[in-house]
Nanobody, 127 residues
Framework: QVQLVESGGGLVQAWGSLRLSCAAS????????MGWFRQAPGKEREFVAV????????GNADSVKGRFTISRDNAKNTVYLQMNSLKPEDTAVYYC????????????????????WGPGTQVTVSS
């Protein structure tokens, strides 16, 4: 089992940057594929970026390609989301998620694929 805690959210102006962090408990972080998802008011939770347990494979949603980068440091049990050129439509609660996997380079874009979730961190982008 793993527990996740996000940090780094806040209020930023359009075109600004933020870096989100997700710290995981436990000694088997490298066994988990990780993902960042977001949910805006009145909308469904959506995929933002995901990364394999090895860190060797990653994927981004079309809406954030070229602006957001996911990475992980297995020695620190942490996954990051670097967000640049933020837009008002990026405003949402951002969630970190984890699922155990045997595939070194597998990643998963559907929220229902993930068993463990953090409480979320609010990101607000003003125009």
């Amino acid at each position: 089992q793993v527990q996740l805690v996000e940090s780094g959210g806040g209020l930023v102006q359009a075109w600004g940057s933020l870096r989100l962090s997700c710290a995981a408990s436990g000694r088997t972080f490298s066994s988990y594929a990780m993902g960042w998802f977001r949910q805006a008011p009145g909308k469904e939770r959506e995929f933002v970026a995901v990364i394999s347990k090895s860190g060797g494979n990653a994927g981004n949603a079309d809406s954030v390609k070229g602006r957001f980068t996911i990475s992980r440091d297995n020695a620190k049990n942490t996954v990051y989301l670097q967000m640049n050129s933020l837009k008002p439509e990026d405003t949402a609660v951002y969630y970190c998620a984890a699922r155990i996997t045997s595939a070194s380079d597998g990643y998963y874009t559907l929220p229902q694929s993930y068993k463990y979730w953090g409480p979320g961190t609010q990101v607000t982008v003003s125009s």
